[in-house]
DNA sequence: ATGGATATCCCCAAATACCAGTAGAAAAAA
DNA sequence: TTTTTTCTACTGGTATTTGGGGATATCCAT
């Protein structure tokens, strides 16, 4: 009733102009869809989004000014409606699998054939989660250093860098744990060793990546 | 050649006989697969997978010995071809994503329809990634509580506390940014306020459950 | 133009963390 | 039961952070 446009609408953000040009041909002549409008920058797409209506979102993870991931981020706290399907050249896994944890819907290589490109489209706006094949592949294949990245950590040491990301202390954990803060240190020492880190800042941050608190 | 079952190899992990019986006859009345075996802990699963082929697992996260998200790791350590389909009753987005993050190609809800879980089964044995329908609205809808909250940074603060991060101390901030290392503690204790933390190991971990880092 | 937020700079003292090496006892794994 | 790992504790340092004060200049918005 309220809606000015019965067709699908699609926002494109990318720094490529020639890409983008292949992108709103394709779409058009494929698809029943409007495109909304075309962005180099992410906060021109959040103006744009701040004020019309979009259903999917097209972007590029390397922007000008702010990077993908994040965009996606203010993307769905804006219009947590609006789909978005990334279509980039990065195939790392972290990468995707952070653009997914930011609320992306699907993933794309910029080398995936026009007929996936289609059906992805079309796939996300019905809700679904797609992924190209060449990503399939590597969200199915984590790397070897993804996987043994964490070091092991004895129970003790999962202890205290616990009670280390709660701000605590040598001292403090050492009365929690009924030992001497000496035997605290020492943890702590190994524990930047096992995560080859200069501090606690460096360390709490490799084990948060590595999820371990 | 070295084969000696031409089936799909399927192994069962999950500490609900009922469930697993339910799963097992409905694997082999619709799909040609064979059932490997059935486990009640990951434990017992990676013995097996130590010793036998196993195409595909079908897990469950909540497990007796191990959590489901650790097993998926250590599977993929073990044999980084064996397909995992998490089977579970969880639904909250953190545990979706962190099976896929380690290693698992598709969830499903307990849930899931028949014909879902027969396709489901087909489709990642072909290597894509799959998600259940209540799976993919999950996944598309990162709680409010995922994306918001964080105190807002100055410009200056993301910079000190993404090189804090690093292990960099204050002197070595002050010097990359060319101010005073008095500058970088005024900001370091504005942002330890900010946070509402005690020191620099909570502020880390402050800043990347806000995925500020 | 007056407040508010930001960014910069300063002092001092106590608390805490970090470095390097050693080593015995307890627990777990082979 | 050996062997290995983990936990524990110590010496003796140096470096860094933290917490308590203040202060000035700029830019931005009401």
Do not use: W
């Not at 679904?128 to 990503?135: C, D, I, L, P, R």
């Amino acid at each position: 009733m309220f809606k000015q446009h019965n067709k699908i609408q699609v926002a494109l953000v990318d720094d490529h102009p020639t890409l983008m040009e292949g992108l709103k041909a394709i779409l058009v002549s494929n698809l029943n869809v409007d495109i909304a409008g075309c962005f180099v920058t992410g906060q021109d797409m959040l103006n744009y989004l701040g004020l019309n209506r979009v259903d999917i979102v097209l972007l590029d993870i390397a922007l000008p000014d702010i990077n993908g991931i994040a965009l996606c981020q203010e993307i769905k706290k804006k219009a947590p409606d609006t789909v978005i399907l990334v279509f980039s050249n990065h195939s790392e896994r972290s990468i995707i699998m952070q653009t997914i944890q930011n609320g992306a819907s699907g993933y794309l290589l910029k080398n995936t054939s026009l007929d996936e490109l289609r059906s992805s489209i079309h796939d996300v706006l019905e809700g679904k989660v797609v992924f190209s094949k060449e990503v399939q592949e590597i969200i199915s294949r984590p790397s070897k250093n993804e996987l043994q990245g964490p070091p092991r950590l004895t129970r003790r040491e999962k202890q205290v860098i616990e009670l280390l990301s709660e701000g605590k202390t040598s001292l403090r954990i050492a009365e929690e744990l009924s030992v001497s803060a000496l035997t605290i240190d020492t943890h702590r020492r190994n524990l930047m060793q096992k995560f080859a880190v200069k501090n606690t800042a460096e360390l709490i941050k490799a084990a948060m990546l590595h999820r371990l608190i």
